[in-house]
């Protein structure tokens, strides 16, 4: 039976290539413990502080980990009797960071390097509605300060269980796996990567096969991470925050950050390289001075020696830098002319090569239309990434289809 769903629409996100992402959300490498978060948030003398995600031990990866992170450095700030503080960076930390400092009393410049707010949120349009190309769910709901922002302002959120895909291709991973597997990782040495427990239980699978185990892993690591597992902690690697409660914003999270945006000094275009800190204020790029500055550029870009810091950061700071890492997840949206998929909200497709694993979020109720997220890790961003974008939401919109059963 040929397949007759057209694409009328679509959007690819890039978070790899992006030099000012680097990566999707930071990790915690087989080196590293969530210590190695506390360090690098923590305030680096009296006038440089590093925020963002990547800081908070608890709530690290999401938005209201960085927002969090942001406000809390911008309260530290405050505390000092800074009255001028440069942000550096327009994301969900800078924008955290930068309110807080205005609910205080202090003048507050966020510098951001894109053309746009939002950082690893952004907003897209496709074939006329508003998704995301970056974070999606406002994830551990009751807990979430951004989940309270969004229903002060009304917006509608649409519930996700990720605990009850639909899996399209294959058979459901065993019920008890993930509980073996969280065992395992709890136990293993201090400094194993998540590839070496995974081998050792593999020379042993039983009573479950080894089949099963791989599409366990890619289920709820490779797909959760999109990092190579000899380099994930084993211990540490898999953190907390998907399957609490998660809810999506139908028209995006741009609905929280231009709110929050509002009555900001916020420059754009402004790519910081140079942060000189002396006795008395601190410089950016030689040209804008303020008391302090908090930086919330992503781990990979700080990594990277993006900016150059004079002095240079405390050993604590570049240590935790080593041990901290991003993985890769990608997202294509996809406006189809029909639905050709069961309703459920949230399916799993395991393709044909280990780690070639894609989630979807079905949009088609919320949004009137019929729109899938896809989110790709692993094997599948090797070989579906080249090319255009046009090209690459086509081969994303054949693994859809080869995925749903039946006729179209
Ligand atoms: C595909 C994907 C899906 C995700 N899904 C979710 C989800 O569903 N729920 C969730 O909670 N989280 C999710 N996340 C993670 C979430 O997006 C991030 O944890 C969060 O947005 C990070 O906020 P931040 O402020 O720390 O960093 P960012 O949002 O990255 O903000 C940092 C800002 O600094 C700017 N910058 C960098 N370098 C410089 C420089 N030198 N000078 C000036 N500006 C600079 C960047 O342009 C950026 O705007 C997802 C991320 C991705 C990529």
Known sequence: MSITARLLGSAVSHWGEDPWARGSWSLIGRHGTPQDRIALGAPAGERLRIAGEATHATRAGMTHGAYEKGAEAARWAADLGHSRVAVVGAGMAGLGAARTLAERGVQARIFEARDRIGGRTAGVDVAGSGFDLGANWLQQYDENVLARLAEQLGLTVVVTDF???????????????EDELRKRLAVAAPDAGIADVIDDWLRDPAPWTADEIHRLVDAEIVMDTGAPLGWLSARYGFEPGVGEGDRWIVGGYRLLTEHLAGGLDIRLHQAIERIRIEDD???????????AVIVTAPLPVLAAGTIAFDPPLPPAHRDALTRLGAGRVEKVILRFDQRFWPAHGYYRVHGPERTSISEWLDATEADGTPTLVGLFAGHWLGTLWAGTDAEIAERAAEIIRRAVPGPR
């Open 281 to 291: 204020r601190v410089v950016l790029n030689d040209e804008h001075e303020a008391d």
């Open 163 to 177: 605990n009850d895909p639909l899996v399209l291709a294959g058979p459901p991973v065993p019920e008890n796996l």
